[in-house]
């Protein structure tokens, strides 16, 4: 089943924060996010595990929520590189390398 | 090092035609995947490859097939084209590690179905 991702977009000024959600009705064993610029394919961002072990590139936070079966992205001091729609997936099986991902929050930083 | 490349960048085919997607990557990945990419619908498994030789079907399979050919390649071949298949196909592959491997996406092709 789909995660949910709130909001399905957000519009901001440069230098401030915003915060992406990515929920699921299922267990979550690990969420991936990926960011995608227009008419680019998606990037990886980062892995978040259960246990609180991350792994990514970015100078990105983020919250992992197993209980809540939640994850949420952490955009601080936005650059207007950060612009682009944000991906969260989710893996449909424990250990499974196929992912499910949520319909996207798209993010435009304005100057 | 070119990544994951994958041909052709545009196609538009009319109804009952047939079409094969090819995509390649050059980083010794295991894991590779076909995903499609419709207007607010995020991206959708077609299908998933472990290794060579193995394929497994994702969330919307029917009306394509795929073949992994060896390591490199991994295509996607649509039978017979129809409208619904208008989409942005994306390729990925990965270093699988058990679920926990960054996906390297190629830079898609843009199919139109008349």
């Known amino acids: ?111 | 090092n070119a990544g994951v490349t994958q041909t052709p960048k545009f196609q538009v085919l009319k109804t009952g035609q047939s079409m094969t997607l090819q995509c390649a990557q050059d980083m010794n990945h295991n894991s590779m995947y076909w995903y499609r990419q419709d207007p607010g619908m995020g991206l959708r498994l077609i299908y998933y490859s472990a290794s060579e030789g193995t394929t497994d079907k994702g969330e919307v399979p029917n009306g394509y097939n795929v073949s992994r050919l060896n390591k490199r390649e991994f295509s996607l071949r649509l039978e017979s084209a129809a409208p619904s298949q208008t989409s942005v196909y994306f390729c990925a592959s990965s270093d699988g590690a058990g679920g926990v491997g960054e996906q390297f996406f190629g830079p898609g092709t843009r199919l139109t179905v008349l």
């Open chain 1, 1 to 111: 089943q789909q995660p949910v991702q709130s909001p399905q977009a957000v519009i901001l000024r440069e230098g401030e924060d915003a915060v992406i959600n990515c929920s699921s009705s299922k267990a979550l064993y690990s969420v991936h996010w990926y960011r995608q610029k227009h008419g680019e394919a998606p990037v990886f961002l980062m892995i978040l595990l259960k246990g609180g072990e991350q792994k990514g590139h970015e100078k990105i936070s983020a919250s992992f929520n197993e209980k809540k079966q939640q994850s949420s992205l952490y955009l601080t001091a936005s650059q207007l590189s950060y612009s682009g729609t944000y991906f969260c997936g989710t893996p449909t099986n424990f250990g499974n390398e196929k992912l499910t991902f949520g319909t996207g929050t798209r993010l435009t930083i304005i100057p």
